[in-house]
């Protein structure tokens, strides 16, 4: 009886290990494609190692090529000064060697649309886009147009009349970028920061000093 | 006889011991399929293919800013990557304002598309047609006509701009939409804007909602991103864009 259970005790120690030793690996061989890489998972290993250092070497490229990309682009930037213009948020930003060295309350226009009598009628906006320093004034003169007159209620005079030109009223500096429209001081400081001209932008007087004195004939406005 | 038996099973114990730890250690195959993140996280080779497209799209942005660079009017560019939404002329960054959040469409999300991704952003886009809750010029009337003499009697009509949640859309080319967004409490926006923050944004796309009442759905086109900004960034650059501006994006 003994002998019988000896003998039951090596059979089924001996098929423990032809399961565990064969049919385990069997069953694992028998996953599609797991056969074949454990048989090349030398040559497995050596292609993953490859295609690896080829990405990484392909990444330092393209890493160099985006930034000699961000310095063609900074390069690009103007190094002569100029004026930025935000008429939504009212402030301007004087930029000279790529540093913002002003950035400012400025009062812009203010998209008031005039109806007058005879169909005319007149929208108080500023110009967007990019332009030139026209032509520069010292202690500027208003040419008074026939809006103001209307919208005070008083008689237009003729164009040519001296009565047109309104000394002290546009500050100490203005410079002209096209069309009439003008960057110039103001006697309406409280209203810094509002949409309240008739297309021109107005500065404080220091800021309108420093942005005269920075930018000459042909420098670039940004009016956005 | 008794020693042989003993020492047999003895090692037979350490046989399955070693095998078993083999089996469920080393040898144990993974049967549980991995989804992609999963596999992008744990294989380097998809990460570097990750970090490779990331740079492809960059390297497109940057060409097209200094393609654009020699455009002189507003051009619009957002990139997700370094969270900023800028406006350009000439070279000049005229305006960035950081993207406080965004949210982008499913398709533009997965890997397998990105070559795609990479094929519609390598141009800038055209500004074919847009939508906003707030007018582009926020024009005012003053009308003087009937009473030329009397500024008293002057007829003033302003607009409630200032309390208009914003909200606009840009319907773009190659099928892209580009949604901006204030970033504002829930209740100060309008009823089919009032969801919670970027869920609006996937609602109204993914679901390709065309109800009636919502005046931009028709412009919200299967590739899209939204992103939120502040309240007075949306309007300067909104106000700064017109129908020749080019929309150019890095995600």
């Known amino acids: 009886m003994v002998h ?7 059979i089924s120690g001996f098929l423990a290990g032809i399961l565990l030793f064969t049919v385990i690996p069997l069953e694992r061989a028998s996953i599609p494609g797991n056969g074949q890489a454990i048989a090349n998972m030398s040559y497995a290993d050596e292609v993953y190692v490859k295609k690896l250092l080829s990405l990484e070497s392909q990444i330092r490229l393209e890493k160099s090529k985006v930034q000699k990309l961000e310095e063609r682009f900074e390069q690009l930037e103007s190094k002569k000064p100029y004026l930025v213009v935000n008429s939504s948020k009212n402030i301007i930003r004087l930029v000279v060697d790529g540093t913002t060295v002003i950035k400012s309350k400025c009062s812009t226009g203010s998209y008031i649309l005039l109806k007058a009598s ?15 320093v026209t032509v520069k004034f010292k202690n500027p003169h208003w040419y008074k147009p026939d809006w103001a007159y209307l919208e005070e209620g008083k008689p237009i005079p003729s164009i040519y009349s001296p009565k047109r030109y309104i000394p002290n009223v546009l500050g100490d500096y203005a410079l002209g970028f096209g069309d009439g429209y003008l960057v110039h001081g103001t006697l309406y400081k409280r209203f810094l920061g509002l949409p309240v001209t008739h297309g021109c932008v107005r500065l404080g007087d220091e800021d309108m000093q420093a942005v005269f004195n920075t930018l000459t004939h042909g420098s670039k406005i940004y009016i956005y | 006889m008794k020693d042989f038996y003993t020492l047999f099973f003895i090692v037979l114990l350490i046989l399955i011991s070693i095998a078993t730890g083999y089996y469920y250690t080393i040898y144990k195959p993974d049967i549980e399929p991995l989804n992609e993140n999963q596999l992008v996280n744990e294989d380097p080779i998809k990460l570097l293919n990750q970090q490779l497209i990331d740079l492809e799209l960059n390297k497109n942005f940057w060409k097209n800013k200094i393609k654009l660079a020699e455009k002189e009017q507003f051009n619009f560019f957002i990139d997700l990557s370094d969270s900023m939404a800028t406006l350009e002329i000439s070279g000049i960054v005229a305006h960035s304002s950081h993207i406080l959040n965004y949210e982008i469409a499913e398709n533009l999300r997965m890997l397998k598309q990105k070559e795609d991704i990479i094929r519609i952003l390598r141009d800038p886009l055209h500004i074919v047609e847009e939508w906003s809750s707030v007018p582009k010029d926020p024009i005012r009337i003053k009308d003087i006509s009937g009473h030329e003499w009397n500024p008293d ?4 009509v302003p607009t409630n701009m200032d309390t208009e949640y914003v909200f606009i859309v840009f319907k773009c080319s190659k099928e892209f939409s580009v949604m901006i967004s204030q970033r504002a409490i829930i209740g100060e926006m309008p009823s089919y804007i009032a969801q919670d923050h970027l869920t609006k944004f996937k609602n ?7 109800a009636k009442d919502i005046p931009f759905s028709d412009l ?3 590739n899209w991103i939204g992103i939120e900004i502040t309240r007075s960034d949306a309007i300067a650059l909104y106000r700064a864009i017109n129908e020749q501006s080019l929309l150019t994006l890095c995600l």
Request: hydrophobic share 35%; net charge positive.
């Open chain 1, 4 to 10: 019988k259970r000896r003998w039951l005790y090596v």
């Open chain 1, 118 to 132: 005879g169909q005319r009628e007149w929208l108080f906006r500023t110009p967007k886009g990019k332009f030139r």
């Open chain 2, 153 to 156: 009697s002057l007829n003033f």
């Open chain 2, 204 to 210: 109204l796309a993914n679901t390709q909602n065309k």
């Open chain 2, 220 to 222: 919200i086109q299967k």
